[in-house]
Every structure is written in structure tokens, then in C-alpha cells.
């Protein structure tokens, strides 16, 4: 395929297809998404959490 065709074909598909994101409802007023407070770990369960990625999901690479 030639370079010109294939930027030909670029342009037509993105002429069809916006390139925006459509968002199904907005976020809540002073917040960042759902109602759920942000995420929060201790050391130690970062520690226990990285403990069981190696001894569990990935044994090989101990």
C-alpha cells in the first residue's frame, strides 16, 4: 500500500469518527467521580499486597 493511499484512508476514517470522548453523565459538583472515598493504603498493606504479587502471581520471579 502506498504512504499517500494509507494517509488518504487516515483522514477519511478520522473525517467519520471524532476523536472526542463522550462522557454518559457528569461527574458530581466538588467531586472527581463516584462516591466512593480515594483510594488509601498503610505500608503494610502495600507490603502484603506486594507479598502475595510475588508469592502468588508471578512465583517464577522470586
Known amino acids: ?3 499517500e493511499e494509507w494517509e488518504q484512508i487516515k483522514t477519511g476514517t478520522a473525517t467519520r469518527h471524532g476523536a472526542g470522548t463522550r462522557l454518559n453523565q457528569l461527574a458530581p459538583a466538588g467531586g472527581s467521580g463516584g462516591g ?3 483510594l488509601v493504603s498503610s505500608p503494610a498493606q502495600k507490603q502484603a499486597a506486594a507479598k502475595a ?3 502468588r502471581l508471578d512465583p517464577k520471579n522470586r
Open 36 to 38: 466512593a472515598p480515594d
Open 53 to 55: 504479587i510475588e508469592e
Open 1 to 3: 500500500m502506498a504512504w
